[in-house]
Structure formats: C-alpha cells, structure tokens
C-alpha cells in the first residue's frame, strides 16, 4: 500500500477509551493482571475509566465548541483528567467549560518544554549516542539530524547509520566531495561514505581518527536517564510498543501502526517502511527507533514535522480528526543493503 507522506497535514490522535469494567472485572486474574502491569486495583481501574469516558464525551463537544483553543486531553499519571489549551478565540471560554467539568486545565505550549526534552549541547568531549544532534554540510548547504545507531563496517572501521536525507549532497557519498558531519556545535565527527535516500533511507558516516572512541558505545540517550543499551536487532510488528530518541523532541514513545508500506515524500519513494503514531519534528530525522532494548529502525519521515513543536501540531491534529505518523526504515532493511555493517550491541 502506498501512502502519500507529503504529508502535511498536522494531527492529533485522539485516546481509545475503555468502557467501564463489568463484574467479570473482580475476578482474580484481572486484578493481578492490573496490579502487575499497571499497579492499579479494579476500583482505581474502574474509575480511571470512567473518568477518561467523561473526558471522550468533552472532547466531542470541544471539537464543536472550541475547536481552535483545545489540543487534546489524556489522563495523567494519578488519574486526572486534563484538557490541554493553546491560544485561540475560545481560551477563556474553554478553559471555564473545562473546569466546570471538574478536569484540570494545562497550556498545551508550555508543556512542550516538559524535562524528557532533549537539549543541544556539545558532544566534543562526550560520548556520542543515538539520538544525539549532528550536522552534514556541502557546498549545497547542511541539514541537521539525530544520530541513528552506532556501528562497525565490514573493514572493521567504527560508523554512524542515520538517514539518507540527512545528507544534503549524497551523491557524493564516499568521494573527495562528501559532506562533512559535525556536531551541534560544530565539533568534526566525520564524512558521508555512503547512503540511499530511495527506497530505503540510510546514510553510513566515517567518523574521524580522532573521535571515533566517543561513538564506541551502543548507547541510545534518553534525557533524565541512563542511556539504553541496545542489545540486538528485531522487524517491526504492527502493535509493537516503541520509543524514538531525537535530537530536537527528545526520547518518546508510540506504537507501531503498519509495516511493509511505501509511501511518497516529496520527490523520493520510501520503500518496506513502517509507520508509527509518534509526533517527530526537523532534526529527528535518522534517530533511533527501540523496542525494549532492539534496534527497530531509523526515522525517515513525518507528516507533522513542519511545526514547531509537538503542541502545535497535536492542537492541529485535534481539529483535523488524525494523528501524528512517524515513518521510518528498518535496521533489518538497511544491514541488509550494507554487507558485513553490523550494529554495535551488548
């Protein structure tokens, strides 16, 4: 199936909601299962769900009533509910129907500086990780990214794989001509030796002598935390939880949504791709997608990554009725075009 990932459009998906659970819900099982993977009992269960059932019916009349003002609502960690606002002719109004309601209110801007947001900062001195924040520079121009994986090529030489459209000149790739990739700061860290940018999208970098212990690791940075090591490589599985690191959106999280699509960007076709429902913005592009502590893909595309910051393009999303897609290739795809690479994993 082919989609079209000149895609534009900015969304935001709303929760699926779970109905109120029956008797059968006391049952012994359950509520094992409830308190082993969610830490709740039936009752917390019970009126967690009837809460985000209340917030489902607000948001429906939100859509109608407010429509530019509320980006969204979720329920947060303690089981509130909570309408995010963003700037619009109906704030005030919003904001008073939300609180009548009996939900807290949140403005959805602010909340987009939240801590899991990663910041640029030097890598000169550091250890490099996947999702770090790089520049590849010509004579055409430059192109910030993430860091996707890194690796070891087949002579042996340490390596960084991110995407292909991460290179503003990659026809060059491997010659006297390469682009150059530095950090954010300007920090040398090597050439383009190679890349794709149709079908699938990976770049592999040479990195420099004299930095190439700094990317002798198999991490992948997740802001606040130790990083995650990866530990081997699996395809994506529609269903599959996974978690994207970033250089400008940080480490979030999704699930995968379809695989094995083809899907047109601009003037270039990307091939075997999945897609998941994380929000990913300029300068995500070539980062790491996880799944536990597997290597699932690099980030190849978005349809919401000409906004600004994810708030925005969640208070878009919630007007148009879809949600944020995250279109990425995966590593089974691209050691599979590069012959003896190999992901650097513990």
């Known amino acids: 199936m082919t989609v079209r990932a000149a895609v534009v459009a900015a969304v935001f998906a709303g929760a699926a909601l779970v109905s109120a659970p029956t008797a059968a819900a006391q049952d012994a099982p359950l509520a094992d299962a409830l308190q082993r993977d969610l830490g709740l009992s039936v009752a917390d269960w019970s009126q967690r769900s009837a809460v985000a059932a209340d917030l489902a019916s607000f948001a429906d009349r939100a859509r109608a009533d407010f429509a530019d003002s509320v980006a969204g609502v979720h329920l947060d960690p303690s089981g509130v509910g909570v309408v995010d606002l963003v700037p619009g002719s109906a704030a005030g109004a919003a904001r008073a129907a939300a609180q009548h309601a009996g939900f807290a209110v949140r403005d959805a801007v602010t909340a987009a500086a939240a801590p899991d947001t990663l910041a ?201 009725g879809t949600g944020p897609q995250l279109f990425a290739t995966p590593v089974s795809k691209i050691l599979e075009d590069n012959p003896g690479l190999r992901l650097r994993t513990s």
């Open 120 to 320: 640029a900062g030097s890598i000169a001195d550091a250890v490099s990780s996947g999702g770090d924040g790089i520049v590849a520079s010509s004579d055409t121009g430059g192109l910030r990214c993430s860091v996707g994986f890194n690796g070891i090529d087949a002579s042996g030489a340490a390596v960084v794989v991110t995407a292909g459209h991460c290179d503003p000149n990659l026809a060059a790739a491997g010659t006297a001509g390469a682009s150059r990739v530095a950090g954010l700061d300007g920090s040398p860290v090597g050439t383009v030796a190679r890349g794709s940018l149709d079908g699938h999208d990976w770049s592999v970098i040479r990195l420099d002598d004299d930095v190439a212990d700094r990317f002798r690791n198999n991490d992948i940075r997740v802001p606040g935390a130790a990083p995650l090591d990866v530990t081997g490589v699996v395809d994506p599985v529609v269903g599959m939880p996974v978690c994207k690191a970033g250089a400008t959106t940080g480490y979030t999280c999704g699930t995968v949504t379809a695989v094995g699509r083809t899907v047109d960007v601009g003037s270039r076709v990307l091939r075997d791709a999945f897609v998941t429902d994380i929000c990913a913005l300029q300068g995500d592009s070539g980062g790491p997608l996880m799944s536990g502590t597997a290597a699932v893909g690099v980030a190849s595309a978005s349809n919401v990554g000409q906004y600004g910051q994810c708030a925005v393009a969640d208070a878009v999303a919630f007007v148009s």
